[in-house]
């Protein structure tokens, strides 16, 4: 009987372990939010976006690093909607979503990597 307590309490602590995931698989989209504003980079690392999901008047940006050459691409929605751009040749694997507040700092997440 103790042993099949000890095999349920393994299957169940592997079961809640696979539900509840270690994060972003790969392959899948990676999302950076600041507040209720998202950037994201697609599976592929080909392209990112930017969707502002605040009603507050600010205009939401991401800034995305491409691998080579070493430069930091900004692109920004002003509209209230979401946008998307590819990333031409090289790949995306590290972007930060900000807040435009103009007469204030922008509220911008930390610098997130895509795995």
């Known amino acids: 009987m103790r042993r099949r307590t000890t095999r349920l309490g393994a ?3 592997a079961t809640i372990a696979v539900l509840l995931g270690a994060g972003t698989a790969l392959g899948d989209t990676f999302y950076v939010y600041e507040g209720e504003d998202f950037g994201y980079i697609g599976g592929d690392h080909k392209y ?14 991401v800034n995305f690093k491409r691998t080579t050459p070493n430069t930091v691409v900004r692109m920004e929605e002003p509209n209230g909607y979401c946008r998307t751009s590819t990333s031409g040749t090289y790949p995306i694997y590290t972007m930060q979503t900000c807040e ?16």
């Open 11 to 13: 299957v169940a602590i």
């Open 48 to 61: 990112a976006g930017v969707c502002d999901r605040e009603y507050d008047g600010f205009n939401v940006y």
């Open 100 to 115: 435009n507040r103009p007469l204030m700092t922008d509220a911008c997440s930390g610098w997130q990597r895509h795995p």
